[in-house]
């Protein structure tokens, strides 16, 4: 059973940067791809990043080119380092994993495990 926690939200201004983890319990993440989601209110959870175990990422287009998704196998945690920040990335943020080799799954129903969130806030 996979088991993980997420760290590192909080309140930031706008255009600045945060950067959350996502650390894993459990089995060995090497045969997992990892994602990020979030959800802000009133709205359904949606897509912003994956990463496979052999690094190949994919992005939603509204946080390409200002987040990035990387991982430390030895740590087994996974990070989204967020840049440039704007109020309309404020929600909570998921972390997610499935099982399998390959990145670019954007449907939540594809992940089995989930953290509990972590709140991010971007003021104006």
């Known amino acids: 059973q996979v088991q993980l926690v997420e760290f590192g939200g909080g309140l930031v201004q706008a255009g600045g940067s945060l950067r959350l983890s996502c650390t894993a319990s459990?089995?060995?993440?090497?045969?997992?791809?990892m994602a990020w989601f979030r959800q802000a209110p009133g709205k359904e959870r949606e897509f912003v990043a994956s990463i496979a175990w052999i690094s190949v990422t994919d992005y939603s287009d509204s946080v390409k080119g200002r987040f990035t998704i990387s991982t430390d196998n030895a740590k087994k945690t996974v990070y989204l380092q967020m840049n440039s920040l704007k109020p309309e990335d404020t929600a909570i943020y998921y972390c997610?994993?499935?099982?399998?080799?390959?990145?670019?799954?954007?449907?939540?129903?594809?992940?089995?495990?989930w953290g509990q969130g972590t709140q991010v806030t971007v003021s104006s």
């Open positions: 997610a994993a499935r099982a399998g080799y390959y990145s670019g799954f954007h449907d939540q129903k594809d992940y089995t495990h």
């Open positions: 459990g089995r060995t993440l090497s045969n997992y791809a």
